[in-house]
């Protein structure tokens, strides 16, 4: 008996696949992706948490070293040095009168260094270190300005901001290797051996706002008015205009111009003067000729 066999058609519900490969990969790059901003977000949110609890001793004896390689290294003769040094007692002065007024949390501590450097800034880094420099002084319209700077920079030491900022960058350096990426752990390495020099870590703006505010309180109870930090925000705003409002999203510190105006908002709620005397800068903080 011959058999025949035939090809039976395929029942309705089920359907053959049309699928192509390219969407397969596309959903699976995503797929990987999407965990990989997940466990970012996640790591570097959990060390920006954690990395503040460590205790602030322990952030102090990491930092030390650097700045004692620091100041062993300023290359000056004995005059340009004695300057280097009168100048940074000043600034240190000016630095306690400041945290005498910021409630620091038991065991901490500030050291304000000086720099020679013309750029126009100054920051706060590991361990309670504050570098101001010589560009930054320059440009001070008055005491009042210069407090104010360094005040924003006790309070971001306060509130703990350099040991979150360090550990955000180690977490995202160490998830780059997780994932594959070779620099990740070499993104890390860099960062925790820049760490004491922290130009490299950058704060948030929720960050800056916290240190403006901060600041604002204590050169009001200082001074008895908050005068100076409008003076300050003026010069970085003549100095470096704020950007378009379109790009203004990428900056790390709040637009200038909503700086001074949270100054004046912020005096009215706590009652602080905008208006008042301002003290002159101090002679030994002034640029000489021919330095």
Avoid: C
């Amino acid at each position: 008996m011959s058999r025949s066999y035939e090809n039976p058609a395929q029942p309705e519900q089920v359907e053959a696949d049309d699928g192509h490969p390219l969407t397969e990969v596309a959903l699976l790059v995503g797929t990987v992706v999407a965990i990989g901003i997940v466990l970012v977000a996640a790591l570097t949110f959990g060390a920006t948490w954690v990395a503040p609890k460590v205790p602030f001793r322990l952030e102090q004896q990491f930092a030390q070293g650097f700045f004692q390689e620091r100041d062993r290294a300023a290359d000056k003769d004995a005059v340009a040095r004695e300057r280097w040094l009168v100048r940074e007692r000043a600034l240190r002065a000016l630095a306690g009168r400041l945290v005498r007024e910021m409630e620091l949390p038991a065991g901490m501590s500030v050291t304000v260094h000086y720099d020679d450097g013309r750029t126009l800034n100054a920051f706060a880094t590991l361990g309670g270190h504050i570098v101001v420099y010589r560009g930054l002084i320059e440009r001070m319209p008055n005491e009042d300005a210069l407090a104010a700077v360094i005040a924003h920079e006790i309070a971001h030491v306060r509130h703990r901001h350099p040991a979150a900022s360090l550990g955000r960058g180690v977490a995202l350096g160490l998830v780059l290797s997780v994932i594959g990426i070779s620099s990740g752990n070499s993104a890390a390495e860099r960062v925790i051996g820049a760490a004491p020099n922290l130009t490299l870590l950058k704060f948030s703006r929720d960050q800056e706002t916290e240190a403006d505010a901060d600041a604002l309180r204590a050169i009001g109870k200082v001074y008895g008015h908050v005068g100076g930090l409008q003076d300050l925000f003026q010069v970085f705003q003549d100095a470096r205009p704020d950007a378009p409002r379109g790009a203004q999203f990428l900056l790390t510190h709040p637009i200038t111009a909503e700086r001074l105006q949270r100054v004046v908002s912020s005096a009215a709620r706590e009652a602080w003067a905008t208006t008042g005397a301002r003290t002159p800068l101090a002679d030994i903080l002034k640029p000489r000729r021919g330095e």
